[in-house]
């Protein structure tokens, strides 16, 4: 299972980001389903949330640096 894909699909489906906001764990094993280890899918919902924060921390951060080249 290529681990990058599943969080890929996930972030880049608002609709799905919306689900994984209220259920992580459910909205992974929809995509991945039941079978997978209980650590892969925790590997998963670790690397979502990351890829989610990490959109906002650039989002800001332009924001940021926007300001600075006024």
């Known amino acids: 299972m290529d681990i990058e894909k ?4 996930i972030t880049g489906d608002g609709k799905l980001v919306e689900e994984f906001k209220k259920s992580p764990v459910e909205t992974v094993k929809k ?12 590997k998963i919902v ?13 989002g800001i951060a332009d924001k940021i640096g926007g300001l ?3």
């Open 31 to 42: 995509k991945v389903g039941d079978s997978v280890p209980k650590d892969v899918i925790d």
């Open 46 to 58: 670790a690397a979502v949330k990351a890829k989610l924060e990490g959109g906002k921390l650039a």
């Open 6 to 9: 599943v969080v890929s699909s």
């Open 68 to 70: 600075f080249n006024k």
